[in-house]
């Protein structure tokens, strides 16, 4: 359902004018107004969901697909050499507008990878262990 107080539903819904790449009934893919690249869109869902944990299944499959579809065809028309897709969930990972979005961001020889970057850190096998365990305890509970 829209809402009409969430910026992302009244773009995804056209009221809001931006430069579409792509619209089907689910999903509107725009270019976002501050680029991380050259050809960095959003894809935005016409439905409102706060976050990936509000998506049904078969939303994120379609979801996935959309996102394959728009990237191959930025990849081929803006001769990018890789694609990042991003999507944050909760203010914790970054997420700065309550309706989930997922970012196609092409890349380019050179440019600054730093946009999606985290530290490697050593892991401790008995830690790993138990947070394997742990994960997987939910999984079976789903």
């Not at 728009?70 to 999507?87: F, R, S, W």
């Amino acid at each position: 359902m829209k809402k009409d107080d969430c910026i992302f539903c009244r773009i995804a819904n056209g009221d809001i004018g931006s430069n579409t790449v792509y619209e089907d009934e689910d999903f509107r893919v725009i270019l976002d107004l501050n680029p991380g690249s050259r050809g960095h869109m959003l894809i935005l869902p016409k439905e409102h969901a706060d976050d990936l944990f509000e998506l049904s299944d078969e939303y994120c499959e379609k979801l996935m697909l959309v996102a394959r579809k728009v990237a191959l065809a930025a990849k081929e028309a803006l001769g990018a050499q890789g694609i990042n897709l991003v999507q944050n969930n909760g203010e914790a990972a970054g997420q700065t507008v309550k309706h989930f979005h997922m970012h196609i961001i092409p890349r380019y020889d050179g440019d600054d990878r730093g946009m999606v970057n985290w530290t490697p850190h050593e892991s401790d096998p008995e830690a790993q262990k138990q947070i394997e365990e742990a994960i997987k305890s939910e999984l079976s509970k789903m």
